[in-house]
């Protein structure tokens, strides 16, 4: 179970989530997905399996190959990879820091804000820093003034490095990296379809109830604790739903279809460069 410091953190930032058993983060939504849910509540919702990792390290892992290629996973080839595999994050950052300092303008003080605030987080949500490092990669390539998405409406819907509800996170890109690491991980009380919150992903990571609905908590529990939440959370929060045979292949056509081998691919050592037609996926911007 999670410790009663972490579960405060994530009580801390209460949330009410919305619509149906998928929620799409990285696309536009039909009328039909706007269907209003009871308030979240991670006390009555939370099972207690799956859970975040007991132990935090910053540097556990191997060292990133300079020559790493891009490997193929679930339904394409090769088992997704279990924690212990995960690089060392001082290496992973490394690895990541010109990008990083690229998408800043050439900004070495943003660039260790944001490493910081990923150690800082990641730390208080039992998150390994490395996954937390792969999805702000993924999403904004650690951008702190990454621009929002917008609504059908034109309101702003997703901001900032994880490209979340822009609830603390500010939609001019003016909240501080810690701001928009919390958004991330543990959601937000406003921004979102309705305005009244959206899920983070240690919330989805958990498979609870209200932020993945049903379907999405059985998704959750059908493999293996140890491996599976961090592969199928990574396509609930790019798509809203997932494929428990397939987390290559994006319910409804929302998101990208190589997502969560992408992520995958970041935590063992890669650095964003694909090939066309890459292990039988398209591509895509997250």
């Not at 399996?49 to 892992?61: H, I, L, M, V």
């Not at 900004?107 to 944001?114: E, L, M």
């Not at 951008?143 to 500010?170: V, Y």
């Not at 990574?234 to 998101?255: F, H, I, K, V, W």
Request: net charge neutral; with cysteine.
């Amino acid at each position: 179970m999670f410790s009663k410091q972490v579960l405060a953190g994530v009580l801390s930032f209460l949330l009410i989530a919305e619509t149906v058993s998928a929620i799409p983060r990285h696309s536009f939504l039909s009328s039909a997905f706007l269907e209003k849910r009871e308030a979240f509540n991670s006390i009555t919702s939370y099972t207690g399996d799956p859970k975040p990792p007991k132990e935090f390290a910053t540097d556990s892992g191997p060292q990133a190959k300079s020559n790493y290629q891009y490997q193929c996973f679930g339904q394409k080839g090769l088992a997704y990879p279990k924690s212990t595999q995960f690089i060392s994050f001082d290496s992973m950052w490394d690895a990541n820091k010109a990008d990083v300092v690229g998408s800043n303008g050439g900004d070495q003080g943003a660039a260790n804000s944001i490493k910081n605030a990923i150690l800082e987080v990641s730390k208080k949500t039992n998150m390994f820093p490395q996954y937390t490092l792969a999805i702000v990669m993924q999403e904004s390539v650690g951008n702190l003034k990454a621009k929002c998405t917008s609504t059908s409406k034109g309101q702003p819907d997703e901001c900032g490095l994880m490209q979340a509800s822009p609830g603390g996170t500010n939609a001019n890109g003016n909240s501080s990296a810690t701001q928009q690491i919390e958004d991330g991980l543990l959601g937000t009380k406003t921004g979102g379809y309705n305005g009244k919150g959206r899920c983070g992903f240690v919330q989805i990571f958990m498979g609870i109830t209200d932020c993945v609905g049903e379907a999405g908590t059985a998704i959750m529990k059908s493999k293996p604790a140890s491996v599976w939440p961090f592969w199928a959370a990574a396509r609930l929060y790019n798509s809203g739903g997932a494929d428990e045979n397939d987390l290559e292949t994006c319910p409804q056509s929302q998101g990208t279809p190589s997502y969560v081998m992408d992520i995958a691919n970041r935590v063992l050592g890669w650095t964003g460069e694909h090939k066309e037609g890459e292990c039988g996926i398209k591509a895509g911007a997250a």
